[in-house]
C-alpha cells in the first residue's frame, strides 16, 4: 500500500517536528506544535502541553497569534480538571481570579494529611506555607508566659498561614489538628513562578486572605493582645554579629538604627537592596551589642544572642528587623532607660 505521507501516530508526528526544525521551515513547525499542544492538553497530559508550549517560543517568538491561541487551548482544558468541591469552598476567590490564575493557583498547590493531636504549625517557628482546609477541625492557640491559651477552631474553607507566607515572619500562633484533617498548601517559593505568567495572583491571593483572616479577626473579637511587652521607642545605632550554623560569631559587624526596645526584644533598621538576602535571616541568631543612659546617669551595657523573628520592608531598602531576647528584660530596667539619650553601639 502506497504511503500517504502523513505521520500515522504521534511519534512520527514528533520525528516530522523535529524535521521541520531542522529544515528551518518555522510556518510547519508551528503548525504542527499547536496540534500537538491540542492533542496533549485535551488528552490532560499538560506538562507535555507546556513543554511543548514552550517549544514554540524557541521555534518562532514572533508566532504570537499561534502562542497565545495554544496558551488559552491550555487553560481552557486544565479549567475543566479543577475539582467542583474544592472551588466551592472558596468562591469569593475563585470568583475574583480569571482562568489562568486559577489554574494556577489551584496546580500550584499540595495535599497533606494531619492526624488528631498533630502541630501544624507551631507559634515561633519559621515555617512559610499557606494552607487550605478541606476537611476536619484546627484548634488555634497562642503562648503567653509559658501557658497556651485557645481562642478558636478552624475548619473546612479556612485559610491560615497568611503572615508568614505573605511576609518575613515566623508563626505567630500554634495550629493544632483536632481530627483528622486535609488540607492544600502552596510554598512560599511559588510566588516567584507566578510573576511572570500571572503577576496579578499574589495581590489578588493576598487581598483575599487579608479579608477572611479568622486568626486576626478572632484575635481582636477576644482582645488578646498578641504583642504582650509594651514597646518603648529609642533612637541611636547599634552593632550584630550573625552566628553561623555551629552557633559561632561571624567575623564582619554589622551597623543599625535602633527603633524601640520592649521586655521581650527590640526592632532596628538596616539598609539592604537584597530582599533575597533578607529573606535568609528569618529564624538566625545573632549577637546584639549597644549601650544605653539610664535615667540615673549610668551607661548599661548591653551584649546578647537574639533570634530574629520579623523582617520587615520600609521604604528607600530600608528593613525593619526584629529581634527576641533569649531571656525577657526586667520591665524596671526598660523603664529606667533615658530615651532622650541616643542609643551607642557597642
Known amino acids: ?188 517559593d511559588v510566588l516567584k513562578n507566578w510573576k511572570t505568567d500571572v503577576p496579578a495572583l499574589e495581590t489578588k491571593l493576598a487581598d483575599h486572605c487579608s479579608k477572611k483572616d479568622r486568626i486576626k479577626k478572632e484575635l481582636e473579637k477576644e482582645n488578646m493582645e498578641r504583642r504582650a511587652d509594651k514597646r518603648f521607642a529609642l533612637s541611636g545605632r547599634l552593632s550584630f554579629q550573625l552566628l553561623d550554623n555551629s552557633g559561632k560569631l561571624m567575623a564582619r559587624k554589622y551597623k543599625g538604627h535602633v527603633a524601640d526596645i520592649s521586655a521581650g526584644g527590640l526592632s532596628f533598621l538596616i539598609k539592604s537592596n537584597n530582599v533575597d538576602s533578607m529573606r535568609l535571616l528569618l529564624g538566625r541568631q545573632l549577637r546584639v551589642g549597644f549601650e544605653v543612659s539610664l535615667k540615673s546617669g549610668h551607661v548599661q551595657k548591653v551584649s546578647e544572642i537574639m533570634t530574629i523573628i520579623a523582617i520587615q520592608p520600609q521604604v528607600f531598602d530600608d528593613f525593619s528587623i526584629h529581634v527576641k531576647f533569649e531571656s525577657p528584660k526586667n520591665i524596671q530596667f526598660i523603664a529606667e532607660i533615658d530615651p532622650e539619650i541616643p542609643v551607642q553601639p557597642e
Not at 42 to 48: A, G, L, P, T, Y
Request: with cysteine; glycine share 4%.
Open 1 to 188: 500500500m502506497e504511503s500517504t505521507g502523513e505521520p500515522t501516530n504521534r511519534l512520527e508526528q514528533e520525528a516530522l517536528l523535529e524535521h521541520y526544525v531542522a529544515q528551518n521551515d518555522t510556518e510547519a513547525a508551528t503548525k504542527l506544535l499547536y496540534e500537538l499542544i491540542g492533542n496533549y492538553a485535551r488528552e490532560k497530559n499538560f506538562e507535555k502541553a507546556e513543554a511543548l508550549h514552550d517549544r514554540m517560543y524557541e521555534v518562532d517568538p514572533m508566532a504570537l497569534t499561534e502562542i497565545v491561541r495554544a496558551r488559552e487551548l491550555i487553560e481552557a482544558e486544565k479549567s475543566e480538571t479543577l475539582d467542583a468541591e474544592h472551588l466551592e469552598l472558596w468562591p469569593e476567590l475563585y470568583y475574583s481570579l480569571n482562568t489562568a490564575e486559577a489554574n494556577a493557583l489551584y496546580y500550584s498547590m499540595k495535599p497533606a494529611t494531619f492526624e488528631a493531636g498533630d502541630t501544624i504549625m507551631a507559634q515561633g517557628e519559621l515555617k512559610r506555607r499557606l494552607y487550605f482546609i478541606l476537611s476536619g477541625y484546627i484548634h488555634a492557640l497562642y503562648k503567653r508566659g509559658g501557658t497556651e491559651h485557645f481562642f478558636t477552631t478552624l475548619s473546612a474553607g479556612d485559610l491560615f498561614g497568611q503572615a508568614s507566607f505573605f511576609s518575613l515572619t515566623v508563626c505567630t500562633v500554634t495550629l493544632k489538628a483536632q481530627s483528622r484533617v486535609k488540607v492544600n498548601y502552596l510554598e512560599k
